[in-house]
């Protein structure tokens, strides 16, 4: 039997909100088989928590946003390390914030692997449920495209289109074949990004106040401002595939299926999510008895227990 994961032990870490600009500390700890991952925000009264669902986003101006309208916790930016859980196979987890963003930490999801895989991964005594893609689900906006279709694994297909010079020299395209590729080595490096005149209506919207060039990708009219420069000639769009991956993976399970992209961020992956949630043709669970059953995407994304 393919079995549920959690941590073996807790891991704290600290960090800035990348938009409400917070000193944030965390603790991600170990939760019961079932439980899915729970964000707890220990900074208000009795400690109110939200499930990371997609049916508990309510906001995706620049970040995922979700909040339960029962306990009034709410928790911003929440996709980078929703990503890392997905590419680690961690279904079950307590997030502990003493505010309402999770750290940006560098930008990326790298941190937030490196932090799971140090508390270790544990494999809990239930079957672990995927939800498999049956018929194919998509949605358009004018140019821009998000759809889901049947495929036995987990892949992603990925394009951006800005005007602007960085973007001629950058691959704008991607496909990843988690069958083919580490989310570990390959995907969870690629920080996200920002354009300097775009910062006036981020802060007139209370956004982007603990972005700096040690956190987000800055470009100016003509070129990157960070000295480092790029992780990966595709950077920009490799770091959409990572944001697509934390949002798919608020259907609370991991997914089996495909899924296209062209233009697509939060808002539209959310909206994507909940069409497949809301057509129950669209899509059903799905366990696996031995390993070689697995699709070998989910063998590749996650560890072994140790």
Avoid at 122 to 146: H, N, P, S, T
Wanted: with cysteine; hydrophobic share 40%.
């Amino acid at each position: 039997m393919i079995k549920q994961r959690t941590l073996k032990n807790k891991v704290p870490a600290t960090g800035v909100g990348v938009h409400l600009g917070h000193r944030v500390e965390m603790l991600i700890r170990p939760a019961p088989p079932d439980t899915g991952i729970v964000f707890c925000r220990t900074d208000m009264p009795g400690a109110p928590t939200v499930k990371a669902h997609a049916l508990n986003v309510n906001d995706t101006r620049m970040s995922t946003r979700i909040e339960d309208s029962k306990t009034g916790a709410r928790v911003a930016t929440v996709e980078h390390l929703m990503s890392a859980f997905a590419g680690l196979g961690i279904d079950n987890a307590y997030v502990d914030l003493s505010a309402e963003e999770v750290p940006i930490m560098d930008g990326s999801a790298g941190p937030f692997i490196f932090l799971l895989q140090s508390a270790g991964i544990e494999e809990q005594g239930k079957a672990k449920r995927y939800i498999r893609v049956k018929k194919a689900i998509e949605l358009k906006e004018k140019d821009r495209f998000v759809s889901l279709s049947p495929f036995n694994g987990f892949k992603l297909k990925f394009n951006i289109q800005f005007d602007h010079p960085v973007f001629e020299k950058s691959a704008n395209d991607i496909e990843v074949d988690f069958a083919k590729v580490s989310f570990a080595k390959e995907v969870a490096r690629a920080r996200t990004f920002g354009f300097t005149h775009e910062v006036e209506a981020m802060h007139s919207m209370g956004l982007g106040r603990g972005g700096s060039l040690d956190n987000v990708i800055v470009i100016d009219d003509f070129r990157v401002l960070n000295n480092d420069g790029l992780r990966f000639d595709d950077e920009f769009v490799k770091h959409k595939a990572l944001d697509a991956v934390g949002d798919l993976y608020m259907l609370g399970h991991p997914l089996i299926g495909e899924f296209r992209g062209v233009k697509s961020g939060h808002a539209m992956n959310n909206q994507l999510v909940r069409a497949l949630l809301a057509d129950q043709t669209a899509w059903e669970y799905a366990t696996f008895d031995k390993r070689e059953q697995l699709p070998a995407a989910f063998g590749n994304m996650t560890l072994a227990a140790v």
